[in-house]
């Protein structure tokens, strides 16, 4: 892989950034390279994921150490026949295993559609279609009436429902954040705990995205310290932001802006695959 620490940064920016603003990072990792005139590898990528998902884990350091806590405390409550009630008083505890609920979607439909799915990364065509849907579906959910469910409210049927949107994110130009978050809006979430729901169940995805690819990452080490520090950095730090954002743009603003961005992408890349190119 040839690539220079400024194209380093500007990678690791686009996945911090799209990783959890509603664009579809997959997209725009996909597109970016192309435009950029760099091939990646699995091994670059998957160090990127690690950056967002320390991002995300630091962001919501304190939510992530309750739920654990919390976790672990109601595994106790199964052999003492009170889960069912810690669950409804303890709202970490009821929070994580709507986390855990909400991965299985997700992780189920990676495996058996694997193949599929990764067919879709080389079809610039798909992605440009992937992200007019995506701009549909944040367009059509900010016509709804807003919802007040906190997580009490959340039942494991809800956290089902926003666990095959983020499977069905994992085809490119789906945006991951766009689709679950949408998703709880549909089904009547406070906008807030949307977005929070929505980055919390990304750390077990891009958890289990990384383990999957970790043989790519240990094998993909021709990488110069100074590009693999540059790329992680930056998709750090840019992570951080676009979910410090995103928590505070979400409270007063709609999503729609998104929704545009994802049109105008995705046109621009089907004039320039069938026009252009």
């Given at each position: 892989m040839d690539i220079n620490?400024?194209?380093?940064?500007?990678?690791g920016m686009v996945q911090g950034l799209t990783e959890f603003l509603p664009v579809s990072s997959s997209a725009h990792l996909v597109l970016v390279?192309?435009?950029?005139?760099?091939?990646?590898?699995?091994?670059?990528?998957t160090l990127l994921h690690l950056g967002t998902l320390i991002a995300v884990v630091y962001y919501f350091w304190n939510d992530v150490v309750n739920m654990i806590r919390a976790f672990v405390s109601s595994l106790m409550d199964l052999f003492q026949r009170k889960f069912r009630s810690g669950l409804e008083e303890d709202p970490f505890k009821r929070l994580s295993w709507l986390v855990i609920?909400?991965?299985?979607?997700?992780?189920?439909?990676g495996v058996l559609f694997k193949d599929?799915?990764?067919?879709?990364?080389?079809?610039?065509?798909?992605v440009a279609v992937f992200l007019l849907i995506t701009g549909f579906i944040l367009w059509g959910v900010e016509r709804l009436p807003r919802g007040n469910k906190d997580v009490e409210d959340i039942s494991?049927?809800?956290?089902?429902?926003?666990?095959?949107?983020q499977g069905c994110a994992i085809a490119p130009g789906i945006s991951r954040s766009g689709a679950t978050i949408a998703t709880g809006l549909?089904?009547?979430?406070?906008?807030?705990?949307?977005?929070?729901?929505?980055?919390?169940?990304?750390?077990?995805?891009?958890?289990?995205?990384?383990?999957?690819?970790?043989?790519?990452?240990?094998?993909?080490?021709?990488?110069?310290?100074?590009?693999f520090v540059a790329g992680l950095l930056s998709s750090i730090i840019f992570g951080y932001?676009?979910?410090?954002?995103?928590?505070?743009?979400?409270?007063?603003h709609k999503l729609t802006i998104f929704a545009y961005y994802c049109w105008i992408v995705g046109v621009v890349v089907l004039l320039w695959v069938f026009l252009i190119n």
């Open positions: 620490i400024i194209q380093a940064i500007i990678l390279p192309e435009l950029l005139g760099v091939k990646s590898t699995l091994a670059f990528d609920m909400g991965t299985i979607p997700a992780g189920l439909m599929f799915f990764e067919g879709l990364f080389s079809s610039p065509p798909a494991f049927k809800n956290s089902l429902m926003v666990g095959i949107a549909y089904l009547g979430f406070d906008r807030e705990i949307a977005a929070r729901f929505s980055f919390l169940l990304s750390i077990p995805a891009i958890l289990g995205a990384a383990l999957v690819q970790v043989t790519d990452l240990t094998a993909g080490f021709d990488l110069s310290t100074s590009v932001l676009a979910i410090r954002f995103l928590m505070g743009y979400i409270k007063k």
